[in-house]
């Protein structure tokens, strides 16, 4: 039996992409903090078809620790897909900015999807139809005001998945890496970033996506040839492109 984990399931982006991998077929891993939303998300999976296996992991994937014995508890899986979605943001400017929110942000948003990805790409590489898709951000290619910090995690996002689907191409690896760029989407994720306790996103925020249809890109991206899958930050079209980054191969004398 072959797995997608996805990282962040319990609410947002996370929650409609299990759902949508669930609508293919695939049996799901899925992890965050919160196991009651978890279970929710196992039980609306028996309903769109009760022959998938869903694996709960309760984890807080911000304590390095927590990190490597997520994915060693996962050993006896096979793991297909691998989705790095748990994130989240802040606003504020630098000199004012909540440091303990910052640092478990950083260990979030880039240490833990590092390792994760790393420990996955070393077990998984030379296996035939594996992917690892990484959340980046629009924001992980413009810069944000009042967002900065945030945005330059999701610069580290983007740089490190396109980098590695370099990498993992020039090395002709079975396995392909995607970053995808979500712009604005309607989730849990401006609270958090604001920390407050609702959010109403129509007549708040110009142009967003729902999370439903964030999930619908995803499996876009998943399904094609392309390494980044990117919202366009005006006309919020969804566009497949090849990395946007600049890359040079390394020479050696
Ligand atoms: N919404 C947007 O506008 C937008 C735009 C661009 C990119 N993104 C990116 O999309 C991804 C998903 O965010 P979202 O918009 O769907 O927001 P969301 O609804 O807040 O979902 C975030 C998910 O991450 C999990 N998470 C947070 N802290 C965690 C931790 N310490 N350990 C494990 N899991 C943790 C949350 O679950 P628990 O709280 O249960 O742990 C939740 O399932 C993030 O990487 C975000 O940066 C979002």
């Known amino acids: 039996m072959k797995y997608t984990v996805i990282t962040g399931a319990s609410s947002g982006i996370g929650y409609e992409s299990a759902i949508a991998f669930a609508s293919r077929g695939k049996n799901l891993i899925i992890a965050a903090r919160r196991t009651e939303e978890l279970e929710e998300l196992k ?33 006896n899986y096979q793991i297909e ?10 606003y504020a400017s630098v000199g004012e900015q909540n440091l303990n929110k910052i640092e478990t942000m950083l260990h979030l948003n880039i240490e833990a999807l590092t390792i994760l990805s790393s420990l996955y790409v070393r077990d998984y590489a030379e296996v035939e139809g594996t992917q690892i898709i990484n959340i980046s951000s629009r924001g992980g290619y413009t ?90 930050g005006e006309t919020y079209e969804f566009e497949l492109r090849d990395p946007i980054y600049p890359y040079v191969t390394r020479t050696r004398k």
């Open 81 to 90: 897909t691998w989705i790095n979605n748990a994130g989240f943001g802040n």
């Open 143 to 232: 810069i944000v005001a009042d967002a900065v910090t945030y945005c330059a995690t999701k610069f580290y996002v983007s740089a490190f998945t396109e980098g590695l689907a370099q990498e993992l191409s020039n090395k002709g690896a079975a396995m392909q890496a995607k970053v995808l760029a979500p712009a604005a989407t309607e989730t849990e994720f401006a609270k958090r970033s604001l920390d407050i306790d609702e959010f109403r996103y129509e007549g708040a925020v110009p142009k967003f996506h729902t999370a439903q249809e964030m999930a619908g890109f995803l499996l876009e991206l998943y399904d094609s040839q392309k390494v980044v899958g990117i919202v366009d």
């Open 43 to 75: 039980s609306k999976v028996a309903e769109i078809n009760s022959s998938l296996d869903v694996i709960i992991r309760t984890v807080d994937l911000s304590v390095p620790a927590n990190v490597y014995e997520f994915y060693e508890s996962l050993r």
